[in-house]
């Protein structure tokens, strides 16, 4: 099979960005999901209860974090101001992160937040599970959206039926099925909820699963459209 995508979440939740290739490391591939939005609660901000984020485009430079807010204006926050120790509540996980001094979303969210940094001493991103997401591109036929919809690391074109992938350099052992929620339903483009597809027909047709989370085995670079040995 072939990895045909790669994509990377700079912000957790927030839009994806499309790269050429990427280190892959224990904590998932290069920059992804390596900041976060956090409430007062101390909980990451996801698309589940702010659609919004879809909607916010990060850039990552060699100093500092560009952020455009649905094209009505653009930040930059530089990476020397994330400072404050903090920790954030990831479905339970406490995970270490830096606090910007001033960095929000608060007037484009309407919810009160401060933007956090991955700590170096992290032992895992901000992704809800585990480290990659592998998406098929076999899975979408009838389910009438985009490959957006699913937020995967890898899109490959074979069925989802491996124990392992191996590349050129990389190794991903399969973990589990990624259980699906209303994230699905939310239009990418705009952070408009358009439900109840695709979410109704995963629940009937595969028991509301879309792709397979995978653990790190081996470390490497991984690149898009090499081929990848199925097992």
Not at 158 to 169: K, P, S
Not at 170 to 181: A, N, Q, S, Y
Request: include cysteine; glycine fraction near 10%; charged fraction near 30%.
């Amino acid at each position: 099979m072939r990895a045909s995508a790669l994509y990377i979440y700079p912000v957790k939740a927030c839009r994806a960005l499309e790269v050429e290739d990427a280190a892959l490391g224990p904590l998932g591939l290069e920059h992804d999901r390596r900041f976060a939005f956090v409430g007062d609660d101390g909980c990451a901000l996801t698309q589940r209860e702010h659609p919004l984020l879809a909607t916010v485009q990060a850039v990552l430079g060699k100093d500092a974090l560009r952020l455009d807010f649905g094209g009505l204006v653009e930040k930059e926050f530089s990476f020397e101001d994330f400072r404050e120790e903090t920790a954030v509540d990831v479905w339970g996980k406490r995970i270490p992160a830096r606090r910007h001094a001033s960095a929000t979303a608060d007037q484009y969210l309407g919810v009160s937040s401060r933007l956090v940094l991955l700590d170096g001493a992290a032992e895992r991103s901000f992704a809800d599970s585990r480290p990659v997401l592998v998406a098929s591109t076999l899975m979408l036929a009838g389910l009438g959206v985009g490959m957006e919809r699913f937020r995967p690391n890898v899109v490959v074109d074979a069925a989802e039926t491996w124990a392992v992938l191996e590349g050129e350099e990389v190794r991903l052992e399969r973990d589990k099925p990624c259980g699906r929620c209303e994230v699905t339903t939310i239009d990418q483009a705009n952070g408009e909820r358009r439900g109840p597809e695709p979410l109704r027909t995963l629940n009937e047709r595969f028991a509301g699963n879309f792709g397979i989370y995978c653990r790190v085995a081996r470390a490497g670079r991984l690149r898009r459209g090499e081929t990848l040995r199925a097992s």
